[in-house]
Every structure is written in C-alpha cells, then in structure tokens.
C-alpha cells in the first residue's frame, strides 16, 4: 500500500495488533480453533482499546473547554482591575461576551463570579495560565483566540495601559506567543478596537464598513502589500479563525458566535480593500 501515509500505517497496525496477538496465543493453546478463538478475543480488545481512547478523546477536550472557559473570564477580570478601578467599559464588555457566547442565565452567573474572582488583588493567574498552555498543546489558534478575546477586554476603555501591557506579556510567555505574532494580533485587534469605537453604522443609519486603513490592519499587513499577497493573509486568517475549526480543536461551543463574528470583521475588510482596488 504505497499510497498509505505513516500515521495511516500506524492506525491499520494497531487495529490489528489484538487479532495478531490473540491469533498466535490460540494457535499456540489449540491449534486452528484456538487461532479462531483466538482473534475473536483479540477483536474484542481491539475494540476495548479504541473506545478507551475515544472516551479519553472526549474527556480531554471536555477539560480543554472547561479551562478555557475559566481562564477567559478570570483573565478577563485581572485585566479590567489592572489600572485599580474597573471601568462601565470594561464589565459591559465582560457581559458582551456572555451575550455573544449565548449564556443562560445559571452560565451567566458562573461566569461573573469567574471575572470577580480574577478581580481580587492577590489572585495568581500564572498557573490557570500555565494549565492553559499544558492542555492547549500544539494548538497555537487556540492560544492567539485567546489572546485576542483578552486584548479586546484591555482596549475596551480606549488604550492599554502600563499595568494591562504587562499581564499581557504574562500571557504572551506562558503560551508561547513570540513577539511577531503578538504585534499581528496586536495590530489587528487595536485597528479593530478603533472601528467598533467609530460606529459602526453611518449616516441615514447605512451600515458602514471599516475604513481601508483599518481594513489593512485587521488583515495584518500592509497597505503596499501585492493582491496576491492580500489574498494570501485573507485565507490564512479565515482559516484560523474557521468557527467549524476552532470548535473541533476543542473551543468551547459557546464561543462559536465570537468566531463567527471575527471571520465577518475579516470578510467586511478584505471587501473593502477589495473595493478599493477593483478586484474580482
């Protein structure tokens, strides 16, 4: 089977390894019979194995969902009490979120009491942050989804201050964002802060779109940029950003709505570069 990639040869193998182990034990205890036999019972380990690793599957994303969930609204709270005071700014954007994530009432408050416990003084963040990273792995979209919900909490009062700079490189380090891909984020998140600030609907009540400076910035690169380039940045981050994807990669369900809502920002400032240019 040339065609077969090694992590496909490895799921055949370890399919087979109970009938090829309980094949040799029953050929060994009774012959032919035994062989039958034999399979039979390695059939049911197999089976035993891949729903013991299914139902580990399913308990770590469970986990993941639960500590990121937490971390959010606990980051959430240390951040808006960073500058000593929180501001109307900084809790109506808390309860945006809930709104956004569609949150029953009994969610709600679990989330609040989340955000007012990361609002108390001596509360450490580095070892939610910590178990955060431990159970996020290799999924870097997770950690930059992260990142940008918690920028949008410290922009919401119009800046970053001194003290919301520093908790933010708190995060930056315990999930190992480099400084590249924090000022992307960073950018992107800062120009999208300045568009929701402007309004987002113009005169007569029209719906308005971005403005091509910002446009350029939410996609993260440069107003020079070539169109294949611009095209490049647009997939990339509608990839990142893909609800269906982030969800599989073990994003709280809840939070569908909020990557909904960021693949639309990218479309609405991709068109309006597209616009501008007169591309097809």
Known sequence: MAGESGGERSAVLKGWIGKIVGSALGLYAGGTVGAVLGILLGNAFDRTQQDHANKLKGDRRGVLQTVF???TFRVMGKLA?????????????ARDVMTR????EVQRLEAMRLFNEGKTPDYDIM???????????RRSTLSQLFLELQLQTAYSDGSLSPNEQRIIQLI????????LQFELIHQRMRAQAQFSRSGSRGSAGRPRG??????YRVLGIDARASDADLKKAYR???SQHHPDKLVARGLPEEMMAIAKEKTQEIQQAYETIKNQRKLS
Do not use: T, W, Y
């Open 101 to 104: 994530m569609g949150l029953d």
């Open 172 to 179: 930056c380090k315990a999930l190992n964002i480099n400084k």
């Open 127 to 137: 070892p939610l942050l910590d178990e955060l990273h431990e159970i996020i792995g």
């Open 69 to 71: 969930f937490q971390a």
């Open 81 to 93: 009490k960073a500058d000593g005071r929180v501001s109307e700014q900084e809790i109506q954007q």
């Open 210 to 215: 971005p403005s091509l400076e910002q446009s």
């Open 236 to 238: 990339r981050l509608m």
